[in-house]
């Protein structure tokens, strides 16, 4: 079992940036994929980003490209998102999740990852 817990979140103004971060223990050892996502009340969960244990492969949501940057610290295992020029939209509780071995498909989807953190909420005011 893998846990993860999030952290960085808070409120920020349009424009402005935030680094969440993702520390993963346990057995870490059976992790292949640490994304992100995203959730508003009333509204499915939806994907932000993902990258590979290795860190040599990263996948982008269309919405986020070019603006958030997925990284990991080999040494701690932890997972970094930095979001930069947010804006209201981007206003959600983020999650972190580690997917174990598998398809290289359907890195996209919540099904694909196994285990979930309690959520950071990320707040972007006008």
């Known amino acids: 079992q893998v846990q993860v817990v999030e952290s960085g979140g808070g409120l920020v103004q349009a424009g402005g940036s935030l680094r969440l971060s993702c520390a993963a223990s346990?057995?870490?050892?059976?992790?292949?994929?640490m994304g992100w996502f995203r959730q508003t009340p009333g509204k499915e969960r939806e994907f932000v980003a993902t990258?590979?244990?290795?860190?040599?492969?990263?996948l982008y949501a269309d919405s986020v490209n070019g603006r958030f940057t997925i990284s990991r610290d080999d040494g701690k295992n932890t997972v970094y998102l930095q979001m930069n020029s947010l804006e209201p939209e981007d206003t959600n509780v983020y999650y972190c999740a580690v997917a174990g071995d598998g398809p290289a498909t359907a890195w996209n989807t919540t099904r694909r990852y196994d285990c979930w953190g309690q959520g950071t909420q990320v707040t972007v005011s006008t």
């Open positions: 990258i590979t244990w290795s860190g040599s492969n990263t």
């Open positions: 346990g057995r870490t050892g059976v992790a292949y994929l």
